[in-house]
């Protein structure tokens, strides 16, 4: 089997409301999606949704080294070869994770066709566990977020994800309102996206949420130097979590000698797609560090991805992918039935992809072919 060509599609996801986090508030998702054909007849879907923030690369950057850089390098290969593709893509380009990683999904969407089995079966099977997903609240006023999470509640999320990092004193406010509307029970998970930067104020920040028991706290600092994790583990009982520190198997090794955080987050876009994802988190389960597997607000495609790693790997005990419920046009079909995600046993990736809203929210679109 070979690659023939590649089309490549610049979307603009239209969300239901705004999702504000600390370092930006987006209306819409830039996204990039690739459909990888075969001389076989058998086709691949894969999705980049890269953060400039995170891995320095945007949707025109993510265009441009698929066309100018990726895609020549493996035309006429063999997407089957998922080693082999991600040795070429690194021989072709060094980091650029989120735009391998739609070459890396599309990859494994044709092998499970070809092979007849879902993603997760090539990675090694399903475990029994049901992937579910926490309620995520963007950066709002306190009485805004207490309302959101009551009806979460109410839809069927059994725990609640809050964005952080706009106000260090608004932020504490935001929490013991969410506390309050939904009572001692539900499980509330922050994330700070960087927002309070230094140790010390997410230090004394982290004391001030004691009362509100948070199940743990996820990037409060900036993620430049990856080794002060230590330093803040050391003054909070809270348990961490890494997530724009750790992007390669460099930043796991640095967090595993310093025994600094208790989970990772792991992304397809940070890590380059699901071969590399699927690494880093064998290589945390061998030092006891469980994962989570967040998304950059993916569509149904990516998501899709994202669900079937979870779902083959027992160290990953949480899942925050929840772009398609965010969404009001997706590339895809794949559905939830709250809290959890229902992930069919088909091939590849397992959802029908709709061309029609492709190419309906499509602002640009190239093909690089043999």
């Not at 890396?104 to 579910?132: M, T, V």
């Not at 260090?168 to 506390?179: F, T, Y």
């Amino acid at each position: 089997m070979q690659i023939t060509k590649i089309d490549i599609y610049q979307l603009d996801l239209p969300l239901e409301e705004p999702f504000i986090i600390s370092y930006h508030s987006y209306y819409s998702m830039p996204a990039i999606i690739i459909k990888i054909h075969t001389n076989e007849g058998i086709v691949g879907f894969g999705e980049s949704v890269p953060d400039e923030h995170v891995t320095g690369e945007s949707v025109h950057s993510v265009f441009a080294a698929l066309k100018y850089n990726l895609i020549p390098a493996l035309l006429g290969e063999d997407p089957r070869n998922i080693q082999s593709v991600h040795e070429i893509m690194d021989q072709s380009l060094v980091f650029n994770g989120a735009a391998k990683a739609a070459i890396d999904i599309a990859c494994y969407d044709i092998l499970g066709k070809f092979s007849n089995l879902p993603i997760y079966s090539l990675l090694g099977g399903r475990k029994r566990e049901q992937p579910s997903i926490p309620k995520v609240l963007s950066i709002l006023e306190p009485h805004v977020l207490a309302k959101q999470a009551k009806a979460a509640v109410q839809e069927g999320y059994h725990e609640i994800k809050m964005k952080l990092g706009k106000n260090p004193k608004e932020d504490v406010e935001r929490v013991k309102a969410v506390r309050e509307a939904v009572g001692d029970h539900m499980p509330i998970r922050i994330d700070v996206n960087q927002g309070w930067k230094t140790v010390q104020v997410a230090a004394q920040v982290i004391e001030q949420l004691k009362p509100f028991q948070v199940s743990w706290v996820e990037q409060p600092i900036s993620q430049m130097d990856v080794s002060l994790f230590k330093q803040l583990k050391e003054v909070s009982s809270v348990p961490l979590m890494a997530d724009e520190s750790m992007v390669t198997p460099q930043n796991l090794r640095t967090l595993v000698e310093d025994q600094s955080v208790s989970y990772i987050n792991i992304k397809l876009m940070k890590s380059g797609g699901i071969y590399p994802a699927y690494q880093l988190a064998t290589q945390a389960e061998l030092f006891g560090i469980n994962c989570q597997i967040g998304s950059m607000v993916e569509s149904s495609i990516a998501s899709a991805a994202g669900f079937h790693l979870s779902l083959a790997k027992q160290n990953i005990i949480s899942t925050e992918i929840s772009g398609p419920t965010k969404f009001t046009i997706d590339t895809g079909d794949l559905t939830y039935s709250l809290p959890y995600v229902n992930i069919a046993d088909k091939p590849g990736l397992g959802i029908t992809v709709n061309e029609e809203n492709i190419d309906r929210l499509s602002v640009k679109k190239e093909t690089v072919s043999i």
